[in-house]
């Protein structure tokens, strides 16, 4: 299932400091997730999509612009520093 501009929620921003890091790690920084054990059984079951599509992969490699979309939360990577205001 992919989503359309538009349809989803609308993303913040989470700033890196490395040009890519990975799916897992990202979940816990935006705080989508409490922990990595959480984020491993999310994207085993399917319920994370980056950019759109469905994720599987806990160490795909996660760039500048990517979108990663849990539930009804959305959080864009961005390299660099970026205010931290994460509604969650």
């Known amino acids: 299932m992919t989503t359309h501009p538009g ?3 609308d993303p913040m921003d989470v700033g890196i ?4 890091i990975r799916l897992g ?16 059984e999310l994207v085993a079951q399917g319920a994370v999509q980056v950019n759109g ?3 599987t992969r806990r160490g ?3 760039r500048d612009g990517d979108v990663v979309v849990l539930g ?3 959080a864009r990577v961005v390299h660099g520093e970026v205010e931290d205001d994460l509604p969650w």
Do not use: Y
């Not at 990202?26 to 054990?37: D, P, Y």
């Open 7 to 9: 349809s989803g929620p």
């Open 60 to 62: 795909r490699q996660l």
């Open 53 to 55: 599509e469905v994720e």
């Open 25 to 40: 790690q990202f979940l816990k920084l935006a705080s989508l997730v409490e922990h990595g054990g959480e984020a491993k």
């Open 17 to 20: 400091n490395d040009e890519s």
């Open 72 to 74: 009804s939360q959305a």
